[in-house]
């Protein structure tokens, strides 16, 4: 008897600073079919690029059968599905969506760098992260050190 493909879990960091953004959030949570965990809400100052309105951020735990590749591609979707538009890096937007971690996968393709590169400097990503999951190690990580201050502001 053959299974069927085997899923893997991933973490993937959500945020959105532009609009209703519990609604951006929401959406592309509800739209995700392999949704196994969602962390509390949290807001957040912007960090680096232009003045710009607080973000609302979430990290998603899935358990799917994508490859990393496709995978992205589906964070890329969801973006698309909530018409961002990338005009300023770390500019405002109405949602962002990262893969963070994967695991049993590292890549240091710079298309898709997994760990994140850069999840260990903002705390945005790692306080959501760690109410998933406290036992997650990315290398780097000291909270004191990490960008941001993050107020957490209950369930999405």
């Given at each position: 008897?053959e ?9 993937l ?12 959030l929401?959406?592309?949570v ?5 949704v ?32 990393p590749?496709?995978?992205?591609g589906?964070?890329?979707e ?6 961002r ?8 937007r ?9 695991d049993?996968?590292?890549?240091t393709?710079?298309v ?21 999951d406290?036992q997650?190690?990315?290398?780097g990580?000291?909270r004191?050190?990490a ?5 957490n502001?209950?369930?999405l």
């Amino acid at each position: 008897m053959e299974s069927g493909p085997s899923t893997v879990r991933a973490f993937l960091s959500l945020g959105s600073n532009i609009g209703d953004k519990r609604r951006y959030l929401r959406d592309a949570v509800a739209s995700m079919d392999d949704v196994k965990a969602v962390s509390p809400v949290y807001e957040t100052d912007p960090v680096g690029g232009v003045e710009q309105d607080s973000f609302l951020n979430i990290v998603v735990e899935v358990h799917t059968i994508l490859s990393p590749s496709a995978l992205l591609g589906r964070c890329h979707e969801l973006e698309q599905a909530a018409e961002r538009v990338r005009e300023v890096r770390w500019g405002p937007r109405t949602l962002d969506v990262d893969v963070v971690w994967i695991d049993g996968f590292t890549s240091t393709d710079p298309v898709l760098t997994v760990p994140h590169p850069r999840a260990h400097e903002r705390n945005f990503v790692m306080v959501p992260l760690l109410d998933l999951d406290p036992q997650l190690e990315i290398p780097g990580y000291d909270r004191a050190k990490a960008f941001g201050e993050v107020r957490n502001v209950g369930v999405l």
